[in-house]
């Protein structure tokens, strides 16, 4: 199939059918799909200039194609119907135009449906206080939180305001009363959508990305005032997800942080995604309970004591990242071997991957699924998000509101 024939639609069906998590286009380049976390090409041939960026603009709002040529990159949203949806981030390289789409699953997961402990539901249901959920890019951060707002939405009465930069699980309001709220579309920031936000009587503020100072100061003051707050942030560890809060700020201001950070604190959960065996991916917890105890070593600044604290904590329902692996190790959920490749530059994982014992990966377990049949023929563009048409009858072999290409679709792989 030559790019001319291509649909944008073609690939984001081929994406969610085959379960991928992460789509990259970039011009003369082809296709790849991330499949249990690694890159794979798809066999289209390289993509030219012109159509890489006739595929992007398609999707794009003429208010957002602006944006795009004015700012150079632009992340967003796109829905296709009630069964796919995409974070869009298009950019500018060096050969032209490129773009990820993050694949985002429309019906949200349970708790259990993420083999998440057991005690996140406690974080979720308490009353106030600060819950974060840090980790790298692609770690599955977003995943979490939803997961624990679909938790409190299930079984309590509250009213729960998201503010996000995009929009991405998007919640049916059940017991709680649920707002979601853009950045750049129904507010011009996090911290002005913040401050409007201890006006609009909420129990639970999710903040999808805790950027700046001005931010992380509004999330610390609204746990403080009786909200609980959970918000994201992009660090490893988290021991060190306390220190990059108080870092934040100013030297004059730190002490009045480590307060305001030790009397809110009531959970940080660091993740990172490892393969399982026989295919997909599942996440392993560092977790940090905002005890008496943590609290006091963060209001006398003695974090690097909090790791420790970790070590010893089970009964609180803390675990260290090394405790997690071997955990997933032990229930024959994640092999030695992948424990080994995840421990680089990490002595405390390397000391538990030597100590692993090798188990037999799983049989059968394919280098890639079998290639689907093409998505059916569409006369019509890709609705505009996030307004969802009706489930149309489709063939057994095609899901009801999945993208569907234009030209028939992909009609192979992995060649």
Same mark, same amino acid.
């Given at each position: 199939?030559s790019?001319?024939?291509?649909?944008?639609t073609?690939?984001?069906?081929f994406?969610?059918q085959?379960?991928?998590?992460?789509?990259?286009?970039?011009?003369q380049r082809?296709?790849?799909?991330?499949?249990?976390?690694?890159?794979?090409?798809?066999?289209?041939?390289?993509?030219?200039?012109?159509?890489?960026?006739?595929?992007?603009?398609?999707?794009?709002?003429?208010e957002?194609?602006?944006? @795009?040529?004015?700012?150079?990159?632009?992340d967003f949203?796109i829905?296709?119907?009630r069964?796919s949806?995409?974070?869009?981030? $298009?950019?500018?390289?060096?050969?032209?135009?490129?773009?990820?789409?993050?694949?985002?699953?429309?019906?949200?997961?349970?708790?259990?449906q993420?083999?998440?402990?057991?005690?996140?539901?406690?974080?979720?249901?308490?009353?106030? #206080?600060?819950?974060?959920?840090t980790?790298?890019?692609?770690?599955?951060?977003?995943?979490?939180? $939803?997961a624990?707002?679909?938790?409190?939405?299930e079984?309590q009465? /509250?009213?729960?305001?998201?503010? =996000?930069?995009?929009?991405?699980?998007?919640?049916?309001?059940?017991?709680?009363?649920?707002?979601?709220? =853009?950045? #750049?579309?129904?507010?011009?920031s996090?911290?002005?959508?913040?401050k409007?936000?201890?006006?609009?009587?909420?129990?639970v503020?999710?903040v999808? =990305?805790m950027?700046?100072?001005?931010?992380? +100061?509004?999330?610390?003051t609204?746990?403080?005032?009786g909200?609980?707050?959970?918000?994201?942030?992009?660090? +490893?560890?988290?021991?060190?997800?306390?220190?990059?809060?108080?870092?934040?700020?100013?030297? =004059?201001?730190?002490?009045?942080?480590?307060?305001?950070?030790?009397?809110?604190?009531?959970?940080?959960?660091s993740?990172?995604?490892?393969?399982?065996v #026989?295919?997909?991916?599942?996440? $392993?917890?560092?977790?940090?309970?905002?005890?008496?105890?943590?609290?006091?070593?963060i209001?006398?600044?003695k974090?690097?004591?909090? @790791?420790?604290?970790?070590q010893?904590?089970q009964r @609180?329902g803390?675990?260290?990242?090394k405790?997690?692996?071997? /955990?997933?190790?032990?229930?024959?959920i994640?092999?030695?071997?992948?424990?080994?490749?995840?421990?680089?530059?990490?002595d405390q994982?390397?000391?538990?991957?030597?100590?692993?014992?090798?188990?037999?990966? $799983?049989?059968?377990?394919?280098?890639?699924?079998?290639?689907?049949?093409?998505?059916?023929p569409s006369h019509?563009?890709?609705?505009?998000?996030?307004?969802?048409?009706?489930?149309?009858?489709?063939?057994?072999a095609?899901?009801a509101?999945?993208p569907?290409?234009?030209?028939? #679709?992909?009609?192979s792989?992995?060649?």
């Amino acid at each position: 199939m030559s790019d001319q024939q291509l649909e944008i639609t073609d690939l984001l069906a081929f994406t969610h059918q085959q379960g991928g998590s992460d789509l990259h286009l970039i011009a003369q380049r082809e296709p790849m799909l991330r499949l249990s976390g690694d890159l794979r090409p798809i066999k289209t041939g390289a993509l030219s200039q012109d159509t890489v960026k006739q595929m992007l603009t398609s999707i794009m709002t003429e208010e957002q194609r602006a944006e @795009y040529e004015r700012e150079q990159e632009i992340d967003f949203a796109i829905s296709f119907g009630r069964e796919s949806r995409f974070r869009v981030n $298009a950019f500018n390289t060096i050969t032209g135009a490129a773009a990820v789409f993050r694949t985002i699953p429309t019906k949200v997961p349970s708790l259990e449906q993420l083999n998440a402990p057991e005690i996140f539901k406690k974080f979720a249901e308490k009353e106030k #206080g600060l819950v974060l959920v840090t980790g790298p890019t692609g770690s599955g951060k977003s995943t979490t939180l $939803a997961a624990m707002i679909n938790h409190i939405n299930e079984t309590q009465n /509250k009213h729960i305001l998201t503010i =996000e930069d995009p929009v991405e699980f998007v919640h049916d309001s059940k017991m709680s009363l649920i707002n979601h709220r =853009e950045v #750049g579309k129904h507010t011009k920031s996090f911290a002005r959508a913040l401050k409007s936000a201890l006006r609009e009587d909420p129990d639970v503020i999710l903040v999808g =990305e805790m950027r700046d100072h001005e931010t992380i +100061s509004l999330a610390l003051t609204a746990a403080e005032t009786g909200h609980l707050v959970m918000g994201t942030l992009h660090t +490893s560890s988290a021991a060190k997800t306390v220190d990059r809060i108080i870092d934040v700020f100013p030297g =004059e201001d730190k002490e009045m942080v480590r307060a305001m950070l030790a009397g809110s604190l009531q959970a940080v959960v660091s993740q990172k995604l490892m393969k399982k065996v #026989g295919g997909g991916r599942v996440a $392993a917890h560092d977790i940090l309970i905002g005890t008496d105890a943590v609290r006091n070593l963060i209001r006398e600044n003695k974090v690097p004591q909090i @790791y420790s604290m970790m070590q010893v904590g089970q009964r @609180y329902g803390m675990q260290t990242l090394k405790d997690a692996v071997q /955990k997933l190790v032990d229930q024959g959920i994640v092999d030695a071997k992948e424990m080994e490749a995840f421990a680089k530059g990490d002595d405390q994982l390397q000391q538990a991957a030597a100590a692993a014992p090798a188990r037999p990966a $799983a049989a059968g377990r394919p280098a890639a699924p079998p290639p689907p049949p093409p998505p059916p023929p569409s006369h019509s563009a890709p609705p505009p998000p996030p307004a969802p048409a009706e489930p149309q009858p489709e063939p057994a072999a095609a899901e009801a509101g999945a993208p569907r290409g234009k030209r028939g #679709g992909l009609r192979s792989f992995f060649n």
